[in-house]
Each structure stands twice: as C-alpha cells, then as structure tokens.
C-alpha cells in the first residue's frame, strides 16, 4: 500500500483573552461612568441604571441594569480599537450578575459586524451580530428552549438564531456573579460558560467585528443584572500549512477542515501494512510570546478494539518528540487533553511553531483481528498563552 502524505495543519483556539491578546478595548467602569460607551442606541430613561458602587464584581464599579419596564430597553455601543479581521479570532469575557432566574429575562452583550466599520445606518450597515447572557426564547432551527441555562445569538446566515448553552457538564443559571465567554473565528463561534465550553456553532461570520454593545434594547420586565470587566481581544489564528514527513498510513477522508470542529467529519486514515501503525502529524503557528501555558486537544477513536493511542509534542529545546499522553484507543469519538505550564515555552519554536503526533499501535501484534483498521480524528487543536 502507498503511502500517502497528509498535508494538515491545525487550527489554534485560545482560552481566553489574556495577555498574548490585542486588546481591543475594556471597560472595568472604574471611571464611575459610560464614558467608553460613546454611541447611546437608547438612552436611561428612568432613575437607577447606570454605573454604580451597589454590586462590583472587581473594584468599585459596575454596569447595573434595573430590569424595570421604564429602564429596560436601555443600551450603549463602543467601537473597538481597530476591527477584528475574518483571520483572527475575536474574543469577548465578562462578568454578568444573574439575579432573579426569571424566564422572562432578555439582556446581553453583543459583538458586530458593519459595513465600514461604522456603526451608522447612514454610512454603515449591520452585517453580524454574536450575543451571549440571557433570553427568553430559541429560534436556531433544531434547537430546543432550555429554561435553567444561558442563552447566544448569531444573527445572520443559515442557520442562525438564538440557542441554548447546553452541552454536556454546561453550568445552569444561578444567582450570582458568571464569567461569559465568546471566541469566533471564520469557521465556528464557541461560548463558554464559568470557564466551561457550553455551545460551539458555525460563526456565518461576515465582515470583520469592529463594535460591542453594552445591553438588549429588548424589554426584560423585573430581572435586573449586572456587567463588570468588558473585555474583547484579536488573535491571530492564521493557520500555516507547514511541509512534514509523511505519516505512517493511507488517508481514506480529511481535510483540514474536518479537524475544525466535533461535528463527526473526520480524518480517516488506514494503518500501514507492513507495522500496522497510522500516524498523523499536526502543524501550526501563534503568535504569542513568553508562552507560560499550552493545551493541546485531540478528539480521536478507532474501528476496533485493541489499539494503543500515543500523543507526541515536538520539543523545540531538546529537538525531540516527547510522548505526552497514552491510552487504549476507545471506538467512540473521545477527547484527550495535554496541559503544560512550566515546560509550555519548551513547545513552541522560534517563530511561533507548534508540532503535535497521534500514534496508534496494535496492542498486540499478533493477533490478526488488530489488523487494517481505520483510524479515526475529528478535532485538534492548541490553546496557547
């Protein structure tokens, strides 16, 4: 059997945004007021909304919405710093105070996309919208409302709506104060709850993502919240096709973009003949620097039993691959997940390289049933800062 060479590469995703990120803009409302919300979509239009000292999350301050019908259609906009391009990854954290649970309950914040970069109908118009916190109803085609979680919009394209954040081991709401979390990029938009993944969608993302909305304009009668440390990022998230040896084994089905997403489209590659091994390669770059942290993910399964799974990390001090993780190769689709902190830098070569291996193997050799299987990857990625 000839082999054949897998030119792949994988796609980087970070956690969150963090010091390897361009910041784009943040507001800890510090100042005491909405000062770096220039664009007023609806203004207060009764007492008690605005920055206050009542409930901060850190510091002093902190974005307070009453809920009341007079003060709930109130929301601000802020352009970033510079657009975020459909090459990067956009990211978006803050902190929202849940307070009452109600069904009823309809505030987020949102990130957009306009024609110029302008937030204008008279220059600009909306292209994407991305929301994250709380709202009362689904309308994303083959999604079901789910009362007791939080909620995400994407506006435009096919499919689009609002959804649920309800994967598996996804925080419920509860009263107090939740961590929200979107990251997007040209291929998916992920929203994590309280540091936890909860729902990844294709992004339909068009344009680039130049302003941030503070508030839904939408009614959302007696469940008031709270914002505090709005933040959006850019990451470069550019992904480099890097030449390689070939890898052990004949591709079936692949492509860079079936390892983009948990969607169950696959790399399929069949074992080499002659050591019954299948081995593929994974290339990519960052950007970042003075790297203190590293996760690589690979979700991966094979046809039948009785098969090792061994992940290498290419070591760019000591130039060698280092085995990092093993284990009995499940026939269903699983993730396993490599952290490194204080070696993490070690990992990453001069110009930002990342290298990562899945090696399968028979357990053993001998017996006929482990042989020319195929060998299965839906996902790979790197999380790096």
Avoid: C
Wanted: overall charge negative; glycine content about 8%; aromatic content about 10%.
């Amino acid at each position: 059997m000839q082999l054949k060479r897998l030119l792949l590469a994988a796609s980087l995703t970070f956690a969150a945004v963090g010091a390897n990120a361009e910041v784009v803009f943040f507001d800890d409302f510090e100042t005491g007021d909405l000062s770096k919300w220039p664009i007023v979509i609806n203004p207060p239009a009764g007492a008690g909304e605005g920055v206050t000292t009542t409930l901060p999350k850190n510091g002093s301050y902190s974005m307070y919405f009453p809920g009341s019908a007079a003060n709930s259609t109130d929301r601000w906009a802020a352009p970033l710093s510079r657009a975020i391009s459909a090459s990067e990854t956009a990211v978006i954290s803050f902190w929202h105070y849940d307070a009452t649970l109600s069904g009823n309950s309809r505030i987020y914040i949102e990130l957009r996309s306009y024609t110029n970069d302008t937030y204008s109908t008279a220059t600009g118009a909306l292209q994407q919208l991305y929301a994250l916190g709380e709202f009362n109803n689904t309308t994303y085609p083959g999604e079901t409302h789910v009362t007791n979680k939080y909620n995400a919009r994407i506006a435009f394209g096919s499919p689009a709506g609002w959804f649920p954040l309800n994967l598996a081991g996804s925080p419920n709401r509860s009263v107090g104060w939740h961590e929200m979390r979107m990251e997007i990029n040209s291929v998916s938009a992920k929203f994590y709850v309280d540091g936890v993944l909860s729902k990844e969608m294709p992004s339909n993302q068009i344009g680039t993502i130049d302003h941030v909305v503070l508030g839904s304009g939408s009614s959302s009668f007696g469940t008031p919240a709270s914002f505090d440390d709005v933040r959006v990022g850019a990451f470069s998230s550019a992904i480099s096709q890097i030449s390689y040896p070939p890898p052990m084994g004949e591709e079936f089905n692949g492509g860079l973009s079936a390892l983009t997403a948990s969607d169950d489209v696959k790399v399929e590659v069949f074992n080499d003949p002659t050591n019954l091994m299948a081995q593929i390669e994974y290339n990519a770059t960052t950007t970042a620097t003075g790297v203190t942290s590293l996760t690589f993910n690979a979700e991966t399964s094979a046809a039948r039993p009785g098969l090792a799974l061994a992940i290498a990390l290419y070591n760019h001090t000591t130039t060698n691959w280092t085995t990092v993780a093993g284990r009995t190769e499940p026939q269903s689709d699983t993730l396993s997940t490599v952290n490194l902190t204080t070696t993490a830098a070690d990992y990453v070569g001069a110009g930002g390289e990342l290298a990562a291996r899945t090696t399968w193997s028979p357990i053993n050799d001998e017996d006929p049933s482990q042989d020319g299987w195929l060998h299965f990857v839906d996902l790979v990625n790197w999380n790096v800062q």
